[in-house]
């Protein structure tokens, strides 16, 4: 299983970016699926994930401003943030757990300027 991050950019205070990642295989059956984040000399921590059962799980940070979304026929998860801020500059990272593996994509860097 391969996934591909994408969407990342340089943006201003304010605005949106919609982040895709898109995986090789079929994502039905995950155990947890969705995106992290790394700011520089920082550790990678949780943004927005789906576990099983649908159950969707975001940090404070990105609480009603960042929403997390799929399609199953295109084997994609979505990351739409607004409101963006500098302090949400990172490097973004899909995950995909299963019950045998855990993947990781290559990351999309997100620049939010002030």
């Known amino acids: 299983m391969q996934l591909q991050a994408s969407g990342g950019g340089l943006v201003q205070a304010g605005d949106s970016l919609r982040l895709s990642c898109a995986a090789s295989?079929?994502?039905?059956?995950?155990?947890?699926m969705g995106w992290y984040r790394q700011a520089p000399g920082k550790q990678r921590d949780l943004v927005a994930t789906?576990?099983?059962?649908?159950?969707?799980k975001y940090s404070d940070s990105a609480k009603g401003r960042f929403t997390i979304s799929r399609d199953n026929a295109k084997n994609t998860v979505f990351l739409q943030m607004d409101s963006l801020r500098p302090k949400d500059t990172a490097v973004y990272y899909c995950?995909?757990?299963?019950?045998?593996?855990?993947?990781w994509g290559q990351g999309t860097l997100v620049t939010v300027s002030s």
């Open positions: 995950r995909l757990s299963t019950a045998d593996n855990d993947y």
């Open positions: 295989g079929n994502i039905v059956g995950f155990i947890l």
């Open positions: 789906y576990t099983a059962g649908d159950v969707t």
